[in-house]
């Protein structure tokens, strides 16, 4: 079987299990995990870049997929009234000298000779920096955080429209990651795990506990969307008029009708993104970038700056897994600090690419979609089974007992064994790199 045909059946077989899901269960299921499915495929995109396209091996997609839901909140929530005057500027300007207190230690350092000296000075800058810092901060994010704290306690946004957070969260994550790497893309493929995993967290972390920003984990509820809300459109009477005529009442229509606009703007980023992976992977740029993964010591002696080209590939997946975040928080109406987890956000993303194909673009579009089909499908499949299984013990049997309660765990055993199951007879996926 040659390639382009063995690939249109793959693809396929994801829509088939789409139309399946929307057969036997209904269309509402079907959209909503085609929109995810969506999202994760722009994820697996990013992360793809960097270890398929560079090698590098980055397991903080969290932290950069945070990132672009914080850039949701910021854009396009409207501004807490009273919140900049009661201590937003004090906050800003706090922040300023925590960043002058950095630069000026680094200036320190970088300036006066080795010793004793420039030990000392170092740290008079960095202590009095700190105090400084928190003398100013901690009386505005008091301030700001007294306002209203049931319903606000928080800056808010620029109250703008919440598609322009969408490329806002991929120059987050864009700005963090040349930060990152700037500092960590000179560490060996362990340590640069380890330091993106690190940083990640402490995204998270502030994201938790800072309430002046985002809430915490109080969360931020009610984002404006870019496709019009289920109940204007069971108020219009043209769209019930023309529900009806498909033979549908106005709520199933309307939910259809929003998921299904959520879907044609995901498919439309996915394609463009895809497009855009295909053309740079095509180019000089991605040949050299391959090289370089595969043997760097030989690029680097033909001349290869392999440092920046690194940067640069680090700074584009992470931007696109932050506007896969924007996208996801934009979807879910919240943002909710509490449930970005390393398993959802790394290391699902992870086995998408491997299992799709790493190296390969439309591999790891077909590794996000299939993977998030059976990441939500599994557990409700599980559950049946068990239930198949044990149909003919006895009510209180204690195994029957046992097997209905270990369903829940399924998604993490399905999961283990598809990327066994892959990694054993197509070691590089399913749609493996030319």
């Not at 929307?22 to 992360?47: K, P």
């Not at 008091?142 to 306690?153: D, T, Y």
């Not at 498919?267 to 180019?283: F, R």
């Not at 068990?386 to 270990?406: C, N, P, Q």
Request: glycine share 12%; with cysteine; aromatic share 8%.
């Amino acid at each position: 079987m040659s390639d382009p045909v063995k690939n249109t059946l793959l693809f396929g077989l994801v829509a088939a299990l789409f139309v399946l899901t929307g057969v036997f269960q209904s269309a509402n299921s079907a959209l909503t995990i085609l929109n995810m499915g969506l999202i994760s495929a722009i994820m697996a995109i990013g992360v793809n870049l960097q270890w398929g396209f560079a090698g590098l091996f980055n397991v903080g997609v969290m932290g950069f997929v945070a990132l672009g839901g914080l850039a949701a909140v910021l854009i396009a929530t409207p501004p807490t009234e009273g919140a900049w005057i009661a201590g937003g500027y004090r906050i800003l300007v706090a922040l300023v000298l925590g960043a002058a207190t950095v630069v000026a230690a680094v200036l320190v350092n970088s300036r006066l000779p080795k010793g004793r000296t420039r030990s000392l000075i170092t740290f008079v800058v960095l202590v009095g920096g700190f105090f400084l810092y928190r003398a100013v901060f901690d009386p505005g994010v008091a301030a700001v955080e007294a306002i209203n704290p049931a319903a606000a306690g928080h800056l808010g946004g620029l109250n703008l429209p919440i598609l322009l957070a969408w490329p806002v969260g991929g120059l987050l994550a864009a700005g963090a990651a040349w930060l990152i790497g700037k500092t960590a893309l000179g560490l060996r493929s362990d340590y640069l795990a380890i330091a993106t995993l690190g940083i990640a967290e402490i995204i998270i972390a502030v994201l938790k506990n800072e309430d002046w920003l985002a809430r915490g984990v109080k969360n931020v509820i009610g984002l404006p969307r870019p496709v019009p809300y289920e109940v204007d459109l069971q108020n219009s009477p043209e769209f019930v008029e023309r529900s009806a005529s498909f033979g549908l009442d106005p709520v199933t229509a309307s939910t259809l009708t929003v998921k299904l606009s959520y879907s044609i703007l995901f498919a439309v980023v996915l394609l463009t993104l895809l497009i855009m992976a295909q053309l740079a992977l095509k180019s000089p740029w991605g040949r050299m970038m391959r090289a370089i993964r595969d043997n760097e010591v030989a690029a680097e002696a033909m001349g290869k700056d392999v440092t920046t080209r690194h940067l640069q590939i680090f700074v584009l997946g992470s931007a696109i897994c932050g506007l896969a975040g924007a996208m996801m928080t934009t979807l879910d109406g919240q943002l909710t600090p509490g449930t970005y987890q390393p398993l959802r956000f790394t290391f699902l993303i992870w086995v998408m690419v491997i299992v799709g194909g790493s190296g390969n673009n439309f591999g790891a579009v077909l590794g996000g979609m299939l993977i998030w089909f059976f990441w939500v499908q599994v557990e409700p499949i599980g559950l049946w089974l068990m239930e198949v299984i044990t149909s003919g013990m006895a009510e209180d049997s204690g195994l029957r007992k046992h097997l209905l309660d270990s369903a829940a765990h399924m998604r993490l055993l399905t999961m283990g064994l598809i990327l066994l199951l892959v990694l054993r007879f197509s070691p590089r996926g399913l749609i493996p790199e030319k």
